[in-house]
């Protein structure tokens, strides 16, 4: 009688069906075995020339690269190079990061989320894209971009004095707002309403992106004896994946009875500090493989630069996706050349925020494709008694169309991403604002 088979495995990674697969079910965090799986197996079988090309486009050094590129409290990218010094040529090839094959590298990033005072409260993965790979060069050209994708973005202002608005339904109640914090789909607003008759805070609601979010969560603080009549505390609403983290937010307080006007809160971010420490690692990283090759050419500057780009995409609605979105980004990239991998690279952040990045219910909708997926694995491997998912997938060719399948694009994304490169080929030396206006113009 067959043994059962609780275990597939392809090139160098494996999935267990107990230990692995439960990281599939609702509300569980995809661990690293299943993400390194499924973002190899989509290196094999989104690009074109399949099992048999030499080199994905989108170079992929596994979940664990970044932490054992810092190891040892290594103090830059350049010395942490020790640390993973053959992890590049040893999956790509000699000089493989660099090639003709490869436009873009895929880093996800394990980050210790912190409060206000320093205090840990929590890990949550993101994924850094280095668009077209390569050392500092004088001019930036061929150093790469470094993309910041974060499906639980952090932005937050403090509004000194604070901004005030007050009702124009003759109550004589005024609202203050001193602080607005968004952290993924929540945002929190700290407010102080003073005055006769100040409305009930519940009925409030806040604009963002052109939709309009009610019920929020309300917490009130402790009044001092003596107080006047103002009541301040928090707001807590929850947006949806496609609402912007940063930009105008409207509050609407008390509700349309209240009589107060809207509010506008301005929120801007830029990449915070761990980000472009992370930019700079893996910039000094990719100085020192370049230097690395004896066949490729000294760079022409020394310095390493801690530029970061922080791309506005949607958040995840759960605590516990951040890994599927990482999939999910690599697998939209995957579905791109090298050469339009590396054109990107000379778009602006508004070009490529404009793209249709994945949101929560295009996550949701890969969770059942990948479980659907791991059970034909799983099923054909039973019935011819390997693991070997690539030998599986050479002899049964529609299973391996079913697998490509369930790694397709689920949304817009390569296409659209197809024609944003096109606009950035080569000799095209037109601004990000030049190809907006040209769209505008084409109609």
């Known amino acids: 009688m067959m043994s059962r088979i609780l275990e597939v495995k392809f090139r160098r990674t494996s999935v267990h069906l107990i230990h692995d697969v439960k990281c599939l079910e609702e509300g569980a965090d995809l661990n690293d075995s299943v993400l390194d799986f499924f973002v ?31 190891k040892g409290g290594a103090p830059d990218g350049v010395a942490g190079h020790a640390n993973v010094a053959n992890w590049a040529a040893r999956r790509l090839g000699p000089g493989g990061l660099f090639s003709e094959e490869v436009g873009a590298l895929a880093v996800p990033v394990n980050e210790t989320l912190k409060d206000e005072l320093g205090g840990r409260v929590g ?72 005055g006769p008759g100040s409305p009930d805070p519940r009925a409030s609601s806040l604009s963002i992106g052109g939709r309009s979010f009610d019920d929020p969560e309300c917490e009130m603080l402790p009044r001092s004896e003596g107080e006047d009549r103002s009541r301040e505390g928090y707001l807590h609403f929850q947006a949806s994946s496609e609402a912007p983290t940063c930009g105008d937010h409207h509050l609407h307080f008390g509700g349309g009875a209240a009589g107060f006007p809207p509010l506008k809160l301005e929120l801007h971010r830029q990449p915070s500090a761990f980000q472009r420490q992370v930019s700079k690692f893996l910039r000094g990283y990719m100085q020192k493989e370049w230097l690395s090759s004896a066949s490729l050419p000294a760079p022409t500057s020394e310095d390493v630069s801690d ?30 050349s090298p050469e339009e991998l590396r054109r990107l690279a000379r778009a602006s952040a508004e070009e490529l925020a404009s793209l249709p990045w994945p949101s929560q219910k295009d996550i949701d909708v890969r969770k059942e494709m990948l479980t659907a997926g791991l059970g034909m694995l799983f099923v054909a491997a039973q019935q011819t008694g390997t693991a070997d998912v690539e030998a599986l997938l ?50």
Do not use: M
């Not at 791309?311 to 759960?318: A, G, K, M, S």
């Open 40 to 70: 190899r197996l989509g290196q094999a079988l989104v690009p074109e020339g399949g099992l048999t090309a030499k080199r994905p486009p989108v170079a992929y050094l596994g979940s664990h690269f970044y932490d054992v590129l810092c």
């Open 123 to 194: 890990k949550h993965w993101w994924l850094a894209i280095v668009l077209a790979p390569g050392p500092a060069s004088e001019t930036g050209a061929a150093s790469g971009t470094v993309l910041c994708l974060d499906s639980y973005s952090r932005a937050d202002a403090a509004f000194e004095p604070p901004l005030e608005v007050a009702s124009e339904a003759g109550s004589g109640s005024v609202v203050q707002i001193s602080s607005l914090a968004r952290g993924g789909v929540h945002a929190l607003l700290r407010f102080c309403a003073r």
């Open 307 to 336: 530029d970061a780009v922080l791309l506005e995409v949607p958040q995840q609605e759960t605590s516990n996706d951040c890994g599927y979105f990482i999939l999910e980004y690599i697998l939209c990239l995957l579905h791109l």
């Open 394 to 443: 050479r002899k049964d060719v529609q299973l391996l169309d079913q697998l490509r399948e369930v790694l397709a694009d689920i949304t817009s994304f390569s296409e659209a991403a197809q024609r944003l490169a096109a606009e950035c080929g080569d000799g095209c030396d037109a601004s990000g604002s030049d190809r907006k206006r040209r769209r505008l113009l084409d109609g």
